[in-house]
């Protein structure tokens, strides 16, 4: 709803049904104000205020609209689906902007938000497992800046965003109250040809855990990357080959060190997944998709629908067809 020219009011509800993590409630997607404050031929400014999608890398923002994405599942080593809630929005004030010239296009996105931290997906997480106690958003902090050149043949963007957590104990909690402090940095890049794309993203995660009696004082970096290239037979149909790395900790890549002090398998802490699908748009409104993923490592699997580790295969198939309709 746009009342004035430079006020629009936009909101979405969303029901997803995916394991127990996402059990089929209607909950609010996004509900934001945005007031343009400045917009001209040469760029733009504004200020968007409610529920927002977290700018991260290249598809967060729109990872749910199907004819925006590279594949079926984004590259899980950037794009979890196991803290969706968690990565995919949050309350509070962003401000935007945009510079158009010769040299190219520059935008940007900064906020204060507070996380979306209720719920056991986000325990899951941040913890492996549930326990009596919750998690409460902090004041956190998000952005990211894009540079685009020629239309988007060049594409490169910085994201990075600080989110804090506090976490209350319950009765017979084995954890003390403590905090969560989540760094991720993003770095992407992507070249259009006419018939050809080439897509990497580079991620470093820092995950802090502070004050609590059962993990200590606990402060280490995860990692992360993907290599992918898409290519246009025709209009009509587009191939995606794709491989995507997870390290849970940087320091312990093949999860030794993490098996030896806690007895869980060594693969539960990587994730090593090479991608090839098929992409149809058999009309402008209706498009077909298949994809097949090889992967090594379980790292990305959420633990609420594996709580038994030990069940896992350390390499494991999915296949996936997708098939999407717009109007």
């Not at 899980?76 to 902007?97: C, V, W």
């Not at 379980?298 to 997708?322: E, I, Y």
């Amino acid at each position: 709803m746009r009342p004035l020219s430079r006020l629009q009011f936009s909101a979405q509800m969303i029901s997803r049904t995916a394991g127990k993590g996402s059990p089929g409630n209607i909950r609010l997607d996004y509900g934001f104000m945005d007031y343009t404050y400045f917009s001209g031929e040469s760029g733009q400014l504004g200020i968007r205020l409610g529920r927002m999608k977290t700018p991260l890398g290249f598809y967060n923002d729109t990872r749910d609209v199907p004819f925006t994405r590279p594949s079926i599942l984004l590259p899980q080593s950037i794009y979890f689906d196991r803290t969706r809630k968690l990565a995919l929005a949050a309350d509070g004030m962003h401000l935007y902007g945009e510079h158009r010239s010769d040299m190219g296009d520059i935008s940007f996105q900064a906020g204060v938000a507070r996380p979306l931290v209720r719920g056991d997906e986000a325990e899951a997480a941040v913890f492996g497992k549930q326990f009596p106690g919750h998690l409460a958003p902090e004041i956190s902090y998000t952005g990211r800046v894009n540079y685009d050149l020629d239309g988007g043949r060049v594409r490169l963007a910085v994201s990075a965003s600080q989110l804090n957590m506090s976490y209350a104990p319950g009765v017979g909690d084995v954890l003390h109250a403590g905090s969560v402090r989540f760094t991720p940095v993003v770095f992407s890049a992507q070249y259009n040809a006419e018939r050809w794309s080439l897509t990497s993203e580079y991620a470093l995660r820092r995950l802090e855990y502070n004050n609590f009696a059962a993990f200590k004082n606990m402060d280490f970096y995860g990692e992360s990357y993907y290599f992918q290239g898409a290519y246009r037979f025709t209009p009509e149909w587009e191939g995606i080959v794709r491989y995507d790395v997870l390290y849970t900790d940087q320091d312990d890549r093949s999860g030794r060190k993490y098996a030896a002090a806690t007895g869980s398998p060594a693969y539960t802490r990587f994730a090593k997944d090479i991608t090839v699908g098929l992409r149809w748009n058999i009309t402008p409104e209706f498009m077909l998709r298949a994809e097949y993923h090889r992967v090594n490592g379980t790292a990305w699997l959420s633990t609420l629908d594996n709580p038994n580790t030990g069940d896992l295969s350390q390499k494991w198939d999915l296949f996936s067809v997708l098939g999407s309709y717009r109007f």
